[in-house]
């Protein structure tokens, strides 16, 4: 399984869920994470960049939200403690399961 996590450089929120998602590529040999550094406005908008970080399975959002605006933002995720910057290492997992 492939899992891409697009991100940009001003987000800090991005390195927390590329260490989550670390630990679930060590644990599972089958899925392969790349990285994909949104650089600006433009390319935002040409892959409908919907906030920092971002992953997709087969260009499929792990976590879909139609009412996100596309551009160059950080992203909030819903977690059992309340808003965060990236989802739980366990809402990871169970996304990916279920992709």
Do not use: H
């Not at 792990?62 to 290492?89: H, M």
């Amino acid at each position: 399984m492939d899992i891409t996590l697009q991100y940009f450089d001003g987000c800090p929120n991005w390195k927390i869920a590329a260490e989550r998602l670390a630990l679930i590529a060590a644990a599972c040999p089958g899925i392969v994470v790349t990285r994909r550094l949104v650089e600006n406005l433009e390319d935002a908008e040409t892959i409908g960049f919907r906030g920092s970080p971002s992953m997709l399975v087969d260009g499929t959002d792990l976590f879909p939200d139609p009412s996100a605006s596309v551009g160059l933002a950080c992203r909030i995720y819903k977690t059992p403690t309340g808003l965060a910057g990236a989802p739980t290492l366990e809402q990871l997992r169970d996304a990916i399961t279920t992709a």
